[in-house]
Nanobody
Framework: VQLQASGGGLAPNGGSLNLSCAISGFNRDQYSMGWFRQASGKAREFVAS????????FYGDSAKGRFVASSNGAKNTALLQMTRLVPEDTAIYYC?????????????????WGKGTQVTVSS
């Protein structure tokens, strides 16, 4: 199983960024995909996820109304569109996969991780 995240970078306050995560080694219908983030000195927190069906999505409180999680037609890539970014969104963002139909919300229970990608929002 491999997860490869891309995107991220520097955005102004109020700006937008997109993240993508390509996954291989799974049958797509058998796993959920999601995003977590970890700011400096803080615990890793749930951001958003897409269910194994590809039809359901879930969001952490910090992402609701600003971020949109989706997957591509082949459902082997997860996307995270982030809008109205604020400096508090600055963190390393991690792509995650879970063999459960719905991604768990606790980072310690996530079985598969990709390498993180830095998102920095300037004030």
């Amino acid at each position: 199983v491999q997860l490869q995240a891309s995107g991220g970078g520097l955005a102004p306050n109020g700006g937008s960024l997109n993240l993508s995560c390509a996954i291989s080694g799974f049958n797509r219908d058998q796993y959920s995909m999601g995003w977590f983030r970890q700011a400096s000195g803080k615990a890793r927190e749930f951001v958003a996820s897409i269910g194994a069906s590809g039809r359901s999505s879930f969001y952490g409180d910090s992402a609701k109304g600003r971020f949109v999680a989706s997957s591509n037609g082949a459902k082997n890539t997860a996307l995270l569109q982030m809008t109205r970014l604020v400096p508090e969104d600055t963190a390393i963002y991690y792509c995650a996969a879970d063999t459960s139909p719905i991604m768990v919300f606790e980072a310690e229970r996530v079985p598969y991780w990709g390498k993180g990608t830095q998102v920095t929002v300037s004030s």
